[in-house]
């Protein structure tokens, strides 16, 4: 038994097709809506100093904010390639001294939210700052109600020179994205950080299903090692391909983490695990390569068929792993799936996605096994 992909369950519901922002005027107004920016705000462009996440920005796109190169089109699926202009893991830092921090951005689709994921996590902007210790702490999340938001994110922040990452949207692309702060406000910007920890997976480091941008365990991680984190999540569309892995390799990454499991069943690890570790390793000889195993679904434990099939495919990621390491492949780390989502059956929203407590839970494991690959 094989649950459908993500992208495919989406489209069969409908929401990959137009789904037309709410009405603000219907919203529960206990639940809050985007303040609009104030007038005569200073704005600066995210383009001028760039974003973490945008792998290879010396490369042509068709669009500032896609996550691949242009040369990627048809090279990658179709499917990766459109899924490759969500803007899921970039981050833009900036420092500034302001009390209020307002955000202009325009997203390429209309779809807003979709049925099991919020319109904070699909398309809001999410700011964290550092904190005194320089801890990065969360601040606010824009709540997206239309393609074009103009919105004060927040005010009456407490006074001081600090640093700030606004996270991108998850499942929907950005046209143009610009923060605003009060005329005579410091604002400095910040350069993207080089060697980021580089993810490759599926509809869960996509982002599916975290209730804001900043909650995906990539991100989690990102902030924990204080590291740049690349974020290819391909929803329904993570399949150890060689031809993502031709850009994997043109990344001079920290390094690679593929969780491509839940998009996988154990006859495609077999055939494509190996293939897919050597050509990073002979592009990338000292890169650590960290395998990660299927998450088990939250309710596979009264699932017989799915809890096989979990089995089944972690035993075929096992087995290539320890082919790769016979053959004498060095820098190799391996994660194992049975606890992702935590053992109370609690960690996803859908069985199958991570809620933010399953993202947490994800990023507790990962974190030690990424903190010795790097030697940290």
Not at 88 to 106: C, E, L, N, P, Q
Not at 124 to 146: E, F, H, I, Q, S
Not at 197 to 203: A, K, L, N, Q, R
Request: proline share 6%; charged share 25%; aromatic share 8%.
């Amino acid at each position: 038994m094989r649950y459908l992909p993500f992208a495919l369950l989406l489209a069969i519901t409908g929401s990959l097709s137009a789904q037309k922002a709410p009405d603000v005027s219907k919203l529960d107004p206990a639940m809050g809506v985007n303040k609009k920016a104030e007038d005569n705000l200073e704005w600066h462009d995210v383009t001028t100093w760039g974003v973490e996440g945008r792998i290879l920005p010396d490369q042509k796109r068709l669009r500032w904010f896609d996550r691949l190169p242009a040369s990627a089109e048809g090279k990658v699926t179709p499917a990766v390639w459109s899924l490759s202009r969500d803007s899921a893991g970039m981050m833009a830092r900036f420092k500034t001294d302001a009390t209020a921090i307002s955000v202009h951005y325009k997203l390429s689709k209309d779809r807003i939210a979709q049925p099991h994921m919020p319109a904070t996590g699909v398309s809001g902007v999410d700011l964290y700052a550092r904190d005194k210790d320089g801890k990065w702490k969360w601040v606010m999340v824009t709540k997206p109600a239309a393609q074009e938001v103009k919105a004060e994110i927040i005010k009456g922040l407490a006074p001081g020179y600090r640093e700030y990452a606004a996270y991108l949207p998850l499942y929907n692309g950005i046209e143009s994205l610009s923060i605003g702060v009060p005329k005579g406000s410091k604002f400095e910007t910040l350069a993207p950080r080089e060697k980021p920890i580089v993810f490759y997976g599926t509809s869960i480091t996509h982002g599916a299903c975290a209730s804001r941008p900043g909650m995906v365990h990539t991100g989690i991680l990102g902030r924990r090692f204080d590291m740049p984190v690349v974020n290819l999540g391909f929803s329904g569309n993570g399949r150890m391909d060689a031809a993502v892995g031709d850009f994997l390799v043109q990344i001079d990454a920290a390094v690679y983490v593929i969780d491509c499991l839940p998009n996988m069943g154990p006859a495609d690890v077999a055939a494509k695990c190996i293939p897919l570790v050597k050509q990073l390793r002979a592009a990338k000889p000292n890169t650590p390569i960290i395998l990660v195993e299927d998450r088990r679904n939250s309710n596979s434990w009264i699932l017989p068929a799915r809890d096989q099939f979990h089995t089944d495919n972690h035993a075929a990621l096992k087995a290539a792993y320890e082919t790769l390491l016979k053959d004498g492949v060095k820098g190799l780390s391996y994660i194992p799936g049975d606890h992702l989502y935590g053992d109370d059956a609690e960690g996803a929203t859908d069985a199958s996605h991570a809620s933010d407590l399953g993202f947490m839970r994800q990023s507790d494991i990962f974190e030690p096994v990424i903190r010795k690959a790097l030697g940290k």
